[in-house]
């Protein structure tokens, strides 16, 4: 496979009705993807690769946690 792949399913909602996001600024490219089930936007994120116990994986901090109370 070339490329990447798309995702099928909001890993929040389940939900399939997602869409590129498109950023405020017309001319920034698409970054994540936004569900319009549950309008969350997310990014999939690449955090390295692991071969096993010797090698560790290169992890980021995961700092796009979703917000909580959109439902309140
Ligand atoms: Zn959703």
Redesign the pocket.
Known sequence: MSGRAVPY???????E??HPHLPADPGARPSGWE??????V?SVTFKGLNFGDDATPQTVPVDNRPETGHDS
Do not use: E, T
């Open positions: 399913f909001c890993p929040y909602c389940g939900d009705d997602l569900c319009r089930s549950c309008a969350r997310f």
